[in-house]
């Protein structure tokens, strides 16, 4: 078979000639979203067979640190002595969710945060309990439980009791995604779920208006797999898609792309061309890291104005979000001697100007007479207070800037500091992974979750690290259990 394909243009079933392969569930794509997608509809008694373009299963999830949004009261926070409830963490998640949040996917998620960690766990998952309270990105050694957005916040913690939410399997460091993946690959290989790598999906095959399979090219050949249940597109995003960022999110465009290789968008364009709506397509994950240490959050961050703009406790993808809000993207953070012993782990600002006083690093650094300086003034005199008016600074990282030298440091996107980022937008779903068309109704026989859909999280400015692997295990099983109820 060699037929002329476009992901956007999915083939209808009577151009082909012959079936490779049938099977009641199709899930393409084996990470994090792929793996429960298929558990789950193996458990409901389908067939399922899962496509993957590289040569091994993880996709993005196994280059992730592994933290895993869980909350509502799970064995791990009750075993590090955390009170939650679904509740309270539903009125965070919604308000981490942004502006276009998901009501009936937050709702869901968060009262079935137990159970779905309890089915983690039967899957092989394990975590440890302990609880690690530093600034970090991550547990920098085997601790399972911590802190991972801005359930601290001054707005946040008004709206919803504060808890520790992030859920990482028992690994080092950052190796937890790689070992999340290794868990969920055993427990499909115990399942005797079969898998087909180095198999690229090309696109859809519909028979009327339903999706019924997909052409994939395996073994330097053509080949159709016919689902009779349906489709579960688990591609990932499209971060690594150049000329997708460049049209659907241009404000990602000078940070550093990090995901897979088959982070191409390639499931969203196969939806989309079958009918689908893409949503929140604008929206991504971007960071801007300027701790551990968190000596650094005691510093003050300004931009070319000087002005300050955020307050520098807050998680790291909230403060690039305000970074790339500023005029001309350049922001820099001012720290005084008592602040400035190392640099953050992830980021070696380049120091701009040194000065002995506040009124000379404005004027070396070029400031107009009377901003930074009076800025500076003015958080210094709070700060001797215990008070931050303007942006609610906790008190832990509250101080003023009295040791001089005081040094300005760049943490503009076009300096040597990386900001890392990954798309947030994709296919709209329903709660059970129904891929939506744009009158509303859905696409039969298609669904799709992780980051090929537009789930939990919908912006980076409230966003909360495992949100992301969260969303893909949690709605990946769902669509799962969806799809094989078709058969």
């Avoid at 083939?11 to 082909?16: G, V």
Wanted: proline letters at 5%; a negative charge.
């Amino acid at each position: 078979m060699s037929l002329k394909t476009d992901p956007c243009t999915p083939i209808s079933a009577a151009h082909i000639e012959s079936w490779h392969a049938h099977t009641d569930v199709l899930v393409i794509g084996f990470g994090a979203a792929g793996a429960c997608a298929a558990l789950e509809a193996h458990a409901a008694g389908a067939r399922v067979t899962i496509l993957e373009v590289a040569s091994g299963s993880g996709g993005t999830t196994a280059l992730a640190g592994g933290q895993i949004y869980l909350g509502g009261g799970t064995p791990i926070q009750t075993a590090c002595g955390f009170s939650d409830t679904p509740e309270d963490m539903e009125a965070y998640v919604r308000m981490a969710a942004g502006p276009h949040a998901d009501d009936e996917k937050i709702r869901s998620y968060c009262r079935d945060s137990i159970a779905h960690y309890e089915w983690l766990v039967s899957q092989g998952v394990v975590f440890n309990p302990e609880y690690y309270g530093g600034k970090h990105t991550n547990t920098p050694e085997y601790q399972s439980l911590a802190y991972s957005g801005n359930e601290k916040g001054f707005r946040e913690a008004q709206a919803a009791r504060p808890a520790p939410r992030a859920h990482k399997p028992k690994a080092f460091w950052e190796e937890g995604g790689a070992t999340l993946m290794a868990t969920l690959t055993r427990a499909i290989e115990r399942a005797g779920i079969e898998v087909h790598y180095d198999t690229r999906a090309l696109t859809l095959i519909r028979e009327d208006e339903r999706v019924v399979g997909v052409l994939c090219r395996q073994d330097g050949e053509q080949r159709a797999w016919h689902a009779r249940g349906g489709v579960v597109l688990c591609c990932g995003g499209f971060i690594m898609n150049r000329e997708m960022i460049d049209k659907y999110a241009p404000r990602l465009r000078d940070a550093t792309p990090i995901g897979g290789p088959g982070d191409v968008g390639s499931g969203i364009l196969m939806g989309i061309g079958a009918g689908g709506a893409a949503i929140n397509m604008h929206e991504g994950f971007v960071s801007v890291i300027w701790y551990p240490s968190g000596e650094f959050c005691k510093g003050v961050f300004v931009n070319r104005q000087g002005n300050r703009f955020v307050n520098e406790d807050c998680y790291h993808a909230r403060g690039a979000h305000h970074c790339l809000n500023q005029p001309e993207r350049k922001v820099y953070m001012v720290v005084d001697s008592a602040i400035f012993t190392e640099p953050p782990l992830y980021a070696d600002p380049k120091v701009i100007e040194v000065g002995e006083t506040f009124a000379e690093l404005e004027r070396d650094a070029g400031f107009a007479e009377g901003t930074l300086s009076a800025t500076l003034e003015t958080y210094n005199r709070f700060a001797r207070q215990g008070e931050d008016p303007l942006f609610h600074k906790s008190a832990e990282f509250l101080q003023p800037l009295d040791q001089p030298p005081y040094a300005l440091l760049d943490f503009s996107i076009d300096s040597d500091v990386w900001y890392p980022a990954f798309t947030l937008g994709g296919l709209d779903t329903s709660v059970d992974g129904q891929v939506r068309s744009a009158s509303g109704g859905v696409i039969e026989g298609l669904y799709a979750a992780g980051r090929t859909a537009a789930g939990l999280p919908r912006c980076a400015e409230s966003y909360a690290s495992g949100m992301s692997i969260g969303d893909a295990s949690y709605f990946g099983r769902r669509a799962g259990r969806a799809a094989a109820a078709r058969r």
